[in-house]
């Protein structure tokens, strides 16, 4: 697909250039282009379709491409055009289908004098572009060689009258999927409920989808015509047919029910009716619909509602949060476009701030104040109006105290909406006193629970285990506890800014030190469990289950820390969070965390767990390429693991000392502790044991130049990882007999070993492993002459370090850059790059041995050879980049060599 993408951006870019053109702005695989007249636009549309349509596109389906072209007034600032002109091509552009080009009245009407050859205008008629007022005349450009036929506009016509729905005074952001959902269930089912979170925008979502459906065909769906009725403001149920029979002009009439009237009036008209709110008064919405439904069978109902009204026919859906950065997303202003919750911040925000102008230096913020409020458009919309005295980063500093932050919404809005605290004390009110409770207590948890942690924590509390399941179910009914079966075993959560509304009545009633003390022991018995399954084949498939329990384990480690006399539990927490981090980005972050144990708490009383501790920090250590640390860690664990006898710990211990002795080129020391490793191993009996310690002498083989007895070894490992069913072990072997394999010089069996491992790595999303096998299949491209392969895995390899600092990694990806730039004649930034990796090697207290040694020589001799009299000073200016400069640096030519390889082929 990336061959594809890069023929799609040549054709687009040089039909845009070709007419005059100039792209100014790309958005994903969005190009933004000005022209200096409409008909060059017009032309180097029809050009880019022409060529993309008759291009035979490569081992995947032809690339469609929508377009749009809008004439008029922009504002240029900082070489980026800004205005409403902007706007409305974006919601042209949105509005058409994959393969059509669209054009604006204005744009129709500049362009229509001086139109490509064989080209003509077919006007669609006045469309409804969302967020603008007034209609706009469109039209689609033709031509005979390309389709000419597609779906209506994805835009709105008319608007008609007998409605009494509001027009929304601020635009639409996002929601799309989710709109054209909502509509196609509106049109199959009578009954459709919208349920979700406070401040979700569920009114807003059933406002957007009752305009769609009331302004097609001139008027709703089969003449069906959308009526809201707004139930926020009763306080009494009974109050409900009186709402709904005034929207309606249903009289009442002496000694009859109104909802018999009602009934009567409707029995023969084509109408949906959106009740708006229905969670408080639940019960009369419910009886009001039953009886519609029955009498009337032109009649349908789109609710809105915290909680399900619970009648046959119902069908409901769930509106989720707006789309939103992860918590620890790094990105520039225009890669979080992408997400609806910064597009709506943005948005609000010039209501509030009309020059507000974020740059990339605010990206950081914009996102964690998005992700920290959940995508919750409402309490986005708050923070949009502190924007008026804060800047992002100052909002995003006060979040922790978000009640007291995010208030002032618009006087016109329902008191429930002017603050946060009083939209979730509604909810909160709605609840009953079990209810209440057990929301609570779960805000003892982080980032959420499985029902077994729940009944653990709980189990001394008046409900008791067994109530636990129906309490969270009705939680779950009332849209303040999500259900997330994306993993192994499901797990219950509530959105950030719920919980902490919790956690404030979790204080407010002394349950708290309890609890946490119950939520600290269940996590010291998790983490024994972590440590076991790491010691089993069982790790690999479970690996995932345990990623979600990182914020659970770091707020028990919080809390144990903070108590002297549970310096075991805190050990247990932390050798849990540390193993988990093993198979993730958190590498620096599990390191940290045992620094700050190992500080705290009593070795001597509590050395066996210290030991486990230092065995995986040591691990850490070794993985970050910290080596003179690792070794240091490694060799205090294995006096104390080998004093309390701990073989299983000991085996993964001497993996991890055979390794740094390896890189720092001890072979005796190397051989001692691959000997230990096995009679270790063998004392365990145990099958991944077994294959561990095989593993690393066939590493200790290979290192020595005992080949043919490493291959051996590795094919022993390999038997014992399949008949456990360690699928880790297998891939690491397989990278043991690529590196085997690439020292022999045989470049193409390496690769297929190292792809072998790949795919088992990326099965298990195991960071550190795959940017490992990646560099090594990076080096076989390169020997290869396979370069576009190598520039992408050059490029992942790269990107993966700006998650997690991998020193090893980096200065292997450097160099395989500098080489990859020297084979293309760009030796100043290939020597550059070089000596970045030769900075990297220096503060690691070791480096690259065997094959990885003899192609990094080889690629130092080779730039040395290219570069001439300036390779000195350019390894001197590469050593001065310093590390995220270097990156950058690699990044940005990789880029320029993966477009230039792909256009040599």
Known sequence: MSVALARHDELVRSAVEARGGRVFKTIGDAFCAAFPTVSGAVSAALDSQLALHAEPWPNSAPIKVRMAVHTGAAEFRDDDYFGTPLNLVSRLLSAAHGGQVLLSSAAAQLGRDDMPSDSALRDLGEQRLKGFVRTENVYQLLHPRLPKDFPPLRAQKGSGKGTNLPKPITSFIGREKELDEVRGLLARTRLLTLTGAAGCGKTRLALEAALEVDRSSGGGTGGERCWLVDLAPLSNPSLVPHAVAGVLSVREEPDRQLIESIADNLESKRLILLLDNCEHVLDACASLCDTLLRR????????????????????????????SPGPRTKATLESLLQYESVRLLLDRAKLHRPNFAPTDEDATALASICSRLDGIPLAIELAAARLRTLSLSEINERLDQRFRLLTGGPRTALPRQQTLRSLIDWSYDLLDEDERAMMRRLAVFVGGCTLSAAEFVFADDAQGGADVLDLISRLVDKSLVQVDDSHMTTRYRMLETVRQYAREKLL??????????RHAKWFCLESQSIRRRHHEARWNSE???????????????????????????????????CTVCLSSDRLMEGRERAAEVLAAVDAERHEPLVGKLLTVASMLAWMCGDFNQCREMSDRAAEILERHEDDCELVYLYGVMTMVRRAQNDRSGMESVALKRIAAAERTAHPVMLAEALRGKGIWLDFVGRHKEAHTALMESLAYSRKSGYELGEAQVWNCLGEIAREMGDYEEAARYYEKGLAIFEHSDVSWAIQMVELNLAYCCLELGWLERAATLLFQGI????????R????LGLAGVASLLARRGEHANAARLFGASMEVE????????????????????????????????LLSEGRALGQDAACRLAISELRKAVVSVQHDA
């Open 543 to 577: 690996v995932r289950r345990e990623f979600a329990e990182m914020d659970n384990l770091r707020s028990a480690l919080d809390w144990a820390i903070c108590c002297p006399e549970e310096g075991a539990d805190a050990l247990w927490l932390a050798i849990g969070l």
């Open 808 to 811: 090893a990694g980096l200065q």
């Open 296 to 323: 009337c069978p032109g009649i349908r109902v789109l609710a809105t509602s915290r909680e399900a009204l619970g009648i046959d026919g119902e069908l409901t859906y769930r509106v989720p949060s707006l789309s």
């Open 799 to 806: 990107q993966r370090n700006l998650e997690f600092v991998n």
């Open 508 to 517: 407010e009633s002394g349950e708290g030190e309890h609890l946490r003390n």
């Open 842 to 873: 220096k503060a690691m207290g070791g480096g690259p041995v065997g094959a990885d040694r003899r192609d990094y020589d080889r690629i130092r001799d080779f730039i040395r050879s290219t570069s001439g009299d300036r390779f000195e000073s």
